[in-house]
């Protein structure tokens, strides 16, 4: 019983050290992200020949941010129909909740 006490023990160790050691590197790269970032915005800054073209290098580091407006290709359709969340039936007969549907006389 000792022996697998101790077996467990080691185990949970190594579990808490594993999850610390990959926060730590998590928290690197998240760092390491950061700095690429601000570094690419501060060369678009300084080496982007005009504002259009500055504009254009930051919103392609931040693509969520873009809210640029783009025409649609097809206009919406403005008379279509909902779909219907039942089955259409022919006028004089029996409808699906009615107790003698899709029975054969």
């Given at each position: 019983?000792?022996d697998?006490?101790?077996?467990?023990d080691?185990?949970?160790?190594?579990?808490?050290?594993?999850?610390?050691?990959?926060?730590?590197?998590?928290?690197?790269?998240?760092?390491?992200?950061?700095?690429?970032?601000?570094?690419?915005?501060?060369?678009a800054?300084?080496?982007?020949?005009?504002?259009?073209?500055?504009?254009?290098?930051?919103?392609?580091?931040?693509?969520?941010?873009?809210?640029?407006?783009?025409?649609?290709?097809?206009?919406?359709?403005?008379?279509?129909?909902?779909?219907?969340?039942?089955?259409?039936?022919?006028?004089?007969?029996?409808?699906?909740?009615?107790?003698?549907?899709?029975?054969?006389?």
């Open positions: 019983l000792d697998v006490q101790e077996r467990f080691n185990y949970q160790n190594e579990v808490v050290t594993h999850f610390n050691s990959t926060a730590n590197l998590v928290q690197k790269l998240s760092q390491s992200y950061q700095e690429v970032q601000e570094h690419l915005a501060e060369g800054n300084r080496l982007a020949l005009d504002e259009q073209t500055r504009q254009r290098l930051l919103a392609a580091l931040h693509p969520e941010a873009n809210t640029i407006q783009r025409d649609r290709l097809t206009p919406p359709r403005t008379a279509a129909e909902p779909p219907k969340d039942y089955a259409p039936k022919m006028p004089n007969s029996p409808g699906m909740l009615d107790e003698h549907y899709g029975l054969k006389k």
